[in-house]
């Protein structure tokens, strides 16, 4: 187990009104697993990987990243955790427009301080990895959706993170550049990553270890054979 949440939910007050954006939730995530979590538009599926990412604290129950309580942390050891600890793939990239492919892969390496001999040695192993060294020196706006998806995985793992979070990571992409970013995905829950990842596309299914559904901000286990991917 490399994060657990327990009993942690996420409350936003509204005027005079209470949101509840995830109920109170009891889940592991595991070394060496993909998980998948699914569930209807504005059903709390961001807001759990928001709390697992330490983007977000909950506002009550606990979370542990690491067998670290993060509720304990400051601001900046939570920061510490998301730049050492996590790799994050987003639906929209955000990708450094002004910077190359290369570069944004790069980009964790430098804010970590390694060396420039292991940044640019870890750089070209992540390219390889989603086969985009030819790519790596193109600014993002040359770049097809797909490429852009398979550079904002190269940064995400680039640092060699416990955890990948994933927030709908094959939204723009197409049946091949799809493969080579799940295969990569599933081969790091192999080597004992613990690989989250929010979805709606129904292709990932085969890539999955596990899944839950988010609906109404309740989090439930699902069976892997006979989930609905339906609106």
């Not at 330490?54 to 304990?72: A, S, Y």
């Not at 990842?197 to 270890?209: C, G, M, S």
Request: hydrophobic content about 40%; glycine content about 6%; some cysteine.
């Amino acid at each position: 187990m490399i994060a657990q949440l327990e009993k942690a939910n996420k409350l936003y007050q509204v005027g005079d009104q209470t949101i509840t954006a995830l109920d109170k939730t009891t889940l592991s995530l595991n070394e060496g697993e993909l998980l998948l979590i699914i569930g209807p538009s504005g059903s709390g599926k961001t807001t759990l990987l928001s709390l697992i990412g330490c983007l977000i604290n909950p506002t009550e129950g606990r979370l542990f990243i690491d067998n670290q309580e993060v509720n304990q942390l400051s601001a900046n050891e939570m920061a510490a955790i998301r730049l050492n600890t996590i790799g994050f793939v987003f639906q929209q990239f955000n990708l450094l427009a002004p910077l190359t492919a290369e570069k944004n892969v790069a980009f964790p390496l430098l804010m970590q301080k390694r060396p420039a001999a292991e940044v640019r040695r870890l750089t070209n192993e992540a390219l390889e990895k989603v086969q985009m060294t030819h790519r790596r020196k193109n600014l993002p706006k040359t770049l097809s959706g797909g490429e852009q998806q398979r550079i904002a995985i190269a940064r995400a793992l680039v640092a060699d993170p416990k955890i990948v979070l994933c927030d709908e990571p094959t939204a723009a992409l197409d049946k091949d550049s799809l493969s080579v970013v799940m295969e990569e995905l599933q081969m790091l829950a192999r080597n004992g990553k613990a690989v989250a990842v929010v979805t709606h596309d129904p292709r990932l299914q085969k890539y999955a270890d596990r899944a839950v559904e988010v609906k109404n901000g309740i989090v439930s286990p699902l069976d892997l054979h006979s989930i609905d991917f339906g609106e």
